[in-house]
Nanobody, 121 residues
Framework: VQLQASGGGLVQAGGSLRLSCAAS????????MGWFRQAPGKEREFVAV????????TYGDSLKGRFTISRDNAKNTVYLQMNSLKPEDTAIYYC???????????????WGQGTLVTVSS
């Protein structure tokens, strides 16, 4: 099983980034896919989760409207489009696969290695 996150980098406040997470080694379309983030010294925070078909989405508090999660089951990839980025969005962003629509990181089965997003002011 592998989840390969990419797309992170350094961006100025107000800018945008699109993260990707390519999955392999399991039946991608059978799993809910989530994004989490962890800033230095803080706990891992729920960002968004998308259902198997993409028809049901939940966002973390205060992120809806700026972040958009999507998936392409044909490409075994989940995306996170991040707009209007703020310095407080700086964190390592992780993708994860779970069997239900969890917002708790401990309930996910598979995790990617993370990609660093740094937003400068």
């Amino acid at each position: 099983v592998q989840l390969q996150a990419s797309g992170g980098g350094l961006v100025q406040a107000g800018g945008s980034l699109r993260l990707s997470c390519a999955a392999s080694g399991f039946t991608f379309s059978s799993y809910f896919m989530g994004w989490f983030r962890q800033a230095p010294g803080k706990e891992r925070e729920f960002v968004a989760v998308i259902s198997r078909s993409g028809g049901s989405i939940t966002y973390g508090d205060s992120l809806k409207g700026r972040f958009t999660i999507s998936r392409d089951n044909a490409k075994n990839t989940v995306y996170l489009q991040m707009n209007s980025l703020k310095p407080e969005d700086t964190a390592i962003y992780y993708c994860a696969a779970g069997l239900l629509k969890y917002t708790t990181p401990e309930l996910y089965d598979y995790w990617g290695q993370g990609t660093l997003v740094t937003v400068s002011s």
